[in-house]
């Protein structure tokens, strides 16, 4: 049922538009360009001495991980109110199967971001091996959240207007546009904070040969992704029973 319904997703994912999975290149691309103009050009933030656009798209990479994750998660009982009012099966699957589209849109973008390095004549280190293990951490946070927000969907569908303005804050509160190193040092513990900023300082600094990590914030963030994803769970598995009478 999993598969199934991973397939079903990733089926839809592009039905019907025009540029079909370039939208997937795509909108990294734009942010990417834009970020490199505004933060880059503009302000003059720090990229840790590598290409701001290539700095930018791994940063894009990482969010849209993220970010694409929570908005697949948390809408999918929701946009199922037809199979979970009428079929029973194990509500946890629908969140989980969002998961399959999403890597496969990670992948693609991964590919581009691979022919704009060579094509900038930059090569990663040893350091790429670990990308994998940032990229599942990224998943697990968003998917913590996503459980909590689908499952509080179900009742309260204020929560799809709240997500968007959230998503947004997180944007500009997180390193994907700029370097850790640019947030004055009295300010960065509390922007180590927020979870997401250590696993993007790590993610990018697994691609790209220049940069720092902070490694206990690293394993601060490592913590809270595995904590809120498997709370998630169990929060999801407690409100489920009465998901086919309210949606």
């Known amino acids: 049922l999993l598969v199934t319904l991973a397939a079903r997703d990733i089926k839809l994912r592009y039905r019907q538009t025009a540029l079909g999975a370039i939208w997937v290149v795509l909108q990294p691309l734009v942010a990417a360009g834009l970020f490199s103009f505004v933060f880059g050009r503009v302000a003059k933030l720090k990229s840790d001495g590598n290409d701001y656009f290539l700095f ?4 894009m990479l990482g969010w849209n991980l993220f970010s694409g994750a929570i908005t697949r998660s948390s809408g999918c009982l929701v946009g199922s109110a037809h199979l979970v009012s009428k079929v029973y099966f194990p509500r946890l699957i629908l969140p989980l199967s969002t998961v399959y ?3 496969i849109d ?7 971001l691979a022919v704009l390095m060579v094509t900038k004549s930059v090569s990663p280190g040893i350091e790429i091996l670990l990308l994998p293990v940032w990229s599942l951490l990224l998943l697990m946070l968003a998917l913590g959240i996503g459980l ?4 509080l969907m179900v009742t309260y569908r204020d929560v799809q207007h709240v997500l968007p303005v959230v998503s947004q ?3 500009y509160a997180s390193p994907v546009a700029y370097s850790v190193s640019s947030v004055p040092e009295s300010m960065r ?3 180590y904070l927020n979870p997401i900023s250590g696993l993007l300082a790590a993610f990018r600094w697994s691609i790209l040969p220049k940069g720092e990590v902070a490694w206990g914030y690293v394993a ?3 913590v809270v992704a595995v904590v809120l994803f ?3 769970a169990f929060a999801f598995k407690k409100m489920e029973r009465k998901f086919a009478d309210v949606i």
């Open 56 to 59: 930018s798209f791994a940063g």
């Open 101 to 103: 589209s999403v890597i």
């Open 106 to 112: 990670f992948l693609v973008a991964l590919v581009m």
């Open 148 to 151: 909590y927000a689908s499952a």
């Open 169 to 171: 804050f997180l944007l």
């Open 189 to 191: 513990a509390y922007f």
């Open 220 to 222: 601060y963030a490592a």
């Open 230 to 232: 498997i709370s998630g």
